[in-house]
């Protein structure tokens, strides 16, 4: 479905002057300097997945997603969407691969919501039986139903991305690619969109691209996720294996009495963490070298706990360690 082998993005940026004089100079000279966005990446994606690809600000999750939607080319390597090479093929391709950039639409700023869908149906020749089925898929996953007759300039945010997300689908695209589409969202609708995803794969397998920063939609979404950092693939595989990789890390969430100083407390070994804040002890260990039920035991005779809850490791933490260790490596 996607295959990319040994993409690589560079950009060339001029090296400037200082003052008004130096402005002058760069304009006639040759001198730069080069930016190795995307660095020698490798990876296929199978039909009906979704992968999330993330990263850190400036690692080149945009510039690669550019590159497999056909806006960017790349300075060497090669992607092949369904056989295809996007920046080669544009209209091929453009007709199977929908797009969602969080901070960009492709709506009409001015016209009701239901004629952008309409010019969309034109360009994409979308016949008005598939019209018509694909609009009722999506106002009842979606819910834009509300606001179809509104311009889109006074649509919200949560309101425009949801009808972005409609108007990338209505041609019923194989690969959708989307580009922080819950940034700057509340809690209820970033929940609408992930169920949207859901039910788009679902009913349609279609193959989802995600780039984004909220952990909580890789978890939520993703069963596999490719990491890159610096322009360069550091993690490729499911998202059960990334974790277990920093150990069956649980943290065990305590409330304590009024009376119970958690400092004062005996700790139960090496091998459990303790932090605590105003009413609460967070005990962090290992599941694989630490009993569950041990520890369980422990928090409610020593602290006499009144409340417990008990999580995994977050991919957010993960992705800070990974970057720490990478880090470090660098400075050893």
Not at 94 to 112: C, M, N, R, S, Y
Not at 196 to 213: D, G, P
Not at 234 to 256: C, E, Q, S
Request: glycine share 6%; charged share 30%.
């Amino acid at each position: 479905m996607i295959e990319v082998k040994s993409l690589t993005k560079v950009f060339k940026k001029p090296i400037r002057g200082k003052g008004v004089l130096g402005m002058i100079r760069t304009l006639f000279s040759r001198k730069y300097k080069e930016i190795r966005a995307v660095d020698d990446v490798s990876f296929d994606i199978k039909e009906g997945e979704i992968v999330g690809y993330i990263g850190s600000n400036g690692a080149g999750k945009s510039t690669t997603i550019k590159m497999m939607c056909g806006i960017l080319t790349p300075t060497s390597g090669q992607v092949l969407i369904d056989g295809k090479e996007p920046y080669k093929k544009r209209r091929i391709v453009a007709k199977e691969i929908g797009v969602v950039f969080g901070q960009k639409t492709q709506l009409w700023w001015d016209i009701p919501l239901i004629e952008s869908f309409k010019v969309l149906k034109e360009i994409y020749q979308v016949s008005d039986e598939d019209y018509k089925t694909r609009m009722e898929f999506l106002s009842t996953v979606l819910g834009i139903d509300e606001f179809l007759s509104q311009p889109v300039r006074t649509l919200s945010l949560g309101q425009r991305m949801r009808a972005d997300l409609a108007a990338s689908m209505l041609h019923n695209p194989k690969i959708l690619f989307l580009d922080e589409p819950t940034i700057g969202m509340d809690v209820l609708v970033k929940e609408k969109i992930r169920l949207a995803i859901h039910a788009l794969n679902a009913k349609y397998h279609t193959t989802v691209v995600l780039t984004t920063h909220d952990m909580a939609d890789i978890e939520d979404l993703c069963s596999r996720i490719i990491m890159i950092e610096k322009g360069k693939i550091i993690y490729d595989g499911p998202l059960k294996a990334i974790k277990h990789r920093f150990g069956n890390i649980k943290t065990l969430t305590i409330t304590v009495p009024a009376n119970i100083d958690p400092l004062e407390v005996a700790p139960y070994s090496k091998d459990v963490d303790m932090s605590s804040k105003d009413d609460k002890v967070m005990l962090r260990f290992d599941a694989d070298k630490v009993k569950l039920e041990d520890v369980v035991q422990y928090a409610f005779s020593s602290y006499h706990a009144i409340d417990m809850k008990i999580t995994d490791i977050s991919i957010e933490d993960v992705v800070k360690q990974i970057l720490v260790q990478q880090e470090e490596a660098k400075h050893a």
